[in-house]
């Protein structure tokens, strides 16, 4: 299967910890994507990073890629409530296909 | 500028009835893809449609189908409604060139009964 595989599957922190979320692949990358979903809701992109780069940051936001182990994670700092959602990582495949085969998510929860 | 637009938000239908989602991309985005969300088998890849072609299809039965207008405006049909295609479907549009994520519309959320 493509599907990309995310652990944990489930996060609960406190605010202002950091939070960590990992990301694994199976197939040739054009490049790694992480999006956040607020209850069901549309996603959010959040960051993209190309398969020929290795770290990526916005904001609070840090995004590792390691193509050899084929894996990313997303490193979120200093939490605050508002970033409780689910969050995902989505990948662009090589094969001429434009589309996102995403994982099956991470569900954050910051308590106050 | 405006976002993605899907309509209807919510929408209930009986089995056996057929229904049409609609999608607006983002002003200047002429991909747009469909996705299916459920609790059970996540976020699944329906099509990609560019330039009023589909380009890609994912693993699903025929009675999915879409179309694109020249307006880069986009619809998908869902015929012979089952209980299981009670989903949230999500619309996305992009510039379609390597580098760029998507835009998400708030999706529609359709419930079979």
């Known amino acids: 299967s493509q599907q990309g595989e995310e652990d944990p599957q489930a996060l609960s922190i406190q605010e202002g910890e950091n939070a960590t979320m990992n990301c694994s692949y199976k197939t040739s990358i054009n490049n790694l994507q992480w999006y956040r979903q607020n209850s069901g809701r549309g996603l959010v992109h959040l960051i993209l990073i190309r398969s020929n780069e290795r770290e990526k940051h916005s904001g609070r936001l840090r995004v590792t890629l390691d193509t050899s182990k084929k894996s990313s994670s997303l490193l979120i700092t200093a939490s605050r409530a508002a970033d409780t959602a689910s969050y995902f990582c989505a990948f662009s495949v090589i094969q001429g296909a434009q589309k996102l085969v995403f994982g099956q998510g991470t569900r954050l929860t910051i308590n106050p | 500028k405006a976002g993605v637009t899907q309509t209807p938000r919510y929408l209930i239908k009986t089995r056996g009835q057929q229904v049409t989602l609609s999608c607006s991309p983002i002003?200047?985005?002429?991909?747009v893809s469909w996705y299916q969300q459920t609790p059970g088998q996540g976020l699944q890849f329906l099509f990609e449609y560019f330039s009023e072609t589909q380009r890609n299809k994912g693993n699903f039965p025929g009675r999915f189908s879409g179309r694109q207008f020249s307006n880069s405006r986009s619809e998908m049909n869902v015929s012979t409604l089952e209980l299981g295609d009670s989903a949230l479907y999500l619309c996305?549009?992009?510039?379609?060139?390597?580098?760029?994520?998507?835009?998400f519309g708030s999706g529609t959320r359709l419930t079979v009964v």
């Open positions: 996305a549009s992009s510039l379609r060139f390597e580098g760029y994520g998507y835009t």
């Open positions: 002003s200047g985005h002429r991909s």
